[in-house]
């Protein structure tokens, strides 16, 4: 079992930055493989960055040069640090993870999440 706990969410304006953090505990195997998705109202999950254990990272289009992922293993802490947000990053983000994912953007490849942190961007 994994527990998962994001925290850094919050209210900024367009252009600003947040760091979210995603502090998991448990199994640590089941970690290899973690991301971060976004869930907007009346939109699906969607994948936005993931890495693995040997630490390949995966980015959706949207926001690759302005959102960066990265893990400290020894905190056995994911991190996302968003930068130049939008309007359109407004939404929860949720960490998940899984020992081994085929498609690390895919939210049905993941077995444990966090119960998500809120980003809210405004013009």
């Known amino acids: 079992q994994v527990q998962l706990v994001e925290s850094g969410g919050g209210s900024v304006q367009a252009g600003g930055s947040l760091r979210l953090s995603c502090a998991a505990s448990?199994?640590?195997?089941?970690?290899?493989?973690m991301g971060w998705f976004r869930q907007a109202p009346g939109k699906e999950r969607e994948g936005v960055a993931s890495?693995?254990?040997?630490?390949?990272?995966n980015y959706a289009d949207s926001v690759k040069g302005r959102f960066t992922i990265s893990k400290d293993n020894a905190k056995n802490t994911l991190y996302l640090q968003m930068n130049s947000l939008k309007p359109e990053d407004t939404a929860m983000y949720y960490c998940a993870a899984d020992s081994w994912v085929r498609y690390p953007l895919l939210r049905l490849q993941y077995k444990y999440w966090g119960q998500g942190t809120q980003v809210t961007v405004s013009s």
């Open positions: 448990g199994d640590t195997y089941s970690t290899a493989y």
């Open positions: 890495i693995n254990s040997p630490g390949i990272t």
